[in-house]
């Protein structure tokens, strides 16, 4: 969630962060306002996709982090440079 935060901080008017796990308003909000769906899952419980498939909506971009070297953790535990990494792929996919 650091690196989508930080993305969309950055790039308002591109970017907005809505946490899965939070439910689907948000995600819904964001895509009525004419932004994309982006699902960072950070390990092969896939949750970001599940709460998406759970509301019958797919990702217009996907990105698994742990296949981007970055590993799972806390979240007041990610690293600076994880984020940065994330930010990076995101702006590449």
């Known amino acids: 969630m650091q690196a989508?935060?930080?993305?969309?901080?950055?790039?308002?008017d591109l970017y907005r962060?809505?946490?899965?796990?939070?439910?689907?308003?948000?995600?819904?909000?964001?895509?009525?306002d004419g932004f994309k769906i982006l699902a960072l899952?950070?390990?092969s419980d896939r949750c970001a996709t599940k709460k998406l498939d759970?509301?019958?909506?797919?990702?217009?971009?996907y990105l698994m982090?742990?296949?981007?070297g970055v590993e799972k953790t806390?979240?007041?535990?990610?690293?600076s440079e994880y984020v940065e990494?994330?930010?990076?792929?995101?702006?590449e996919a």
Do not use: Q, Y
């Open 4 to 12: 989508a935060s930080a993305l969309a901080f950055r790039r308002p």
């Open 17 to 32: 962060a809505a946490a899965a796990h939070k439910g689907v308003d948000a995600v819904e909000d964001a895509v009525s």
């Open 41 to 43: 899952d950070g390990c």
């Open 54 to 61: 759970e509301a019958g909506m797919k990702a217009d971009v």
């Open 65 to 68: 982090v742990t296949e981007l």
């Open 74 to 79: 806390r979240p007041s535990d990610v690293k």
């Open 85 to 91: 990494k994330i930010v990076r792929a995101i702006k």
